[in-house]
Each structure stands twice: as C-alpha cells, then as structure tokens.
C-alpha cells in the first residue's frame, strides 16, 4: 500500500542539503548547488535544492519540473519569447518538457522541486 509523505514547512526551511558542486553547463559566476531528495519511493525526481549566484542556458529541457520557490531571487528567460521574468521567494514555476532558456540566479535560491 502506498503511504503518503508529508514535509513540513519549518523542515524543508531548516534542511541541510549535501553540496553537489557546481551547476553543469555554468557559465557565469560560479552556481554551486546543494540538494536533498525527498520522498525517494515516489515516482519522479522530488528534493529541496539551493545555488548560488550565477547562471546557465537550459536547451530543449527533457523533461517537466513543478517548482516552489522558497527564498531567493532568479531570473528566468524564455528563448521561444524572449520573455525575461523576475521570481522569488513564493513564485511557483513549471518549466515544460522541451522547454529552452536560460536561468540567472541572482541571490541565493532555494527551492522544492518535482521533476518528471
């Protein structure tokens, strides 16, 4: 039987997140991430993830991510539009299978993220 995961707000704030270096594809500043997993019986990629200032293209994105932004600032720019939007802390962001941009951290985010 499958049992549900509930993770408490005061828990994903405090979380100590194991570093996992710096963002693959950087190229500018220096984006070191940190992660945790959560849920790991659940189907998809679930965690709590942190970076540092800097940015990165992302290119035909391979699969959906569900984002919930918790604290920080970014900016997201959509190269089908060229769209370029500002999110923080309570901004929820899905970025589709497919989808092509850029990210540019520009305080340090942390967020919780599903990605399937």
Do not use: H
């Amino acid at each position: 039987m499958a049992k549900f995961t509930i993770v408490k707000a005061a828990d994903i704030a405090s979380a100590r997140l194991a570093s996992a270096g710096q963002r693959a594809g950087a190229d500018s500043g220096d984006p070191q991430i940190a992660v945790k997993s959560v849920a790991p019986e659940a189907v998809g990629n679930l965690g709590i993830w942190e970076c540092q200032p800097g940015g990165w293209p992302v290119i035909n994105r391979p699969d959906t991510e569900f984002t919930y932004i918790i604290s920080g600032r970014a900016r997201l720019t959509d190269d089908s539009t060229g769209e370029v939007t500002e999110i923080t802390g309570g901004d929820l962001v899905i970025l589709p299978l497919g989808w092509t941009g850029r990210w540019d951290v520009l305080e340090p985010v942390r967020k919780i993220y599903a990605i399937y």
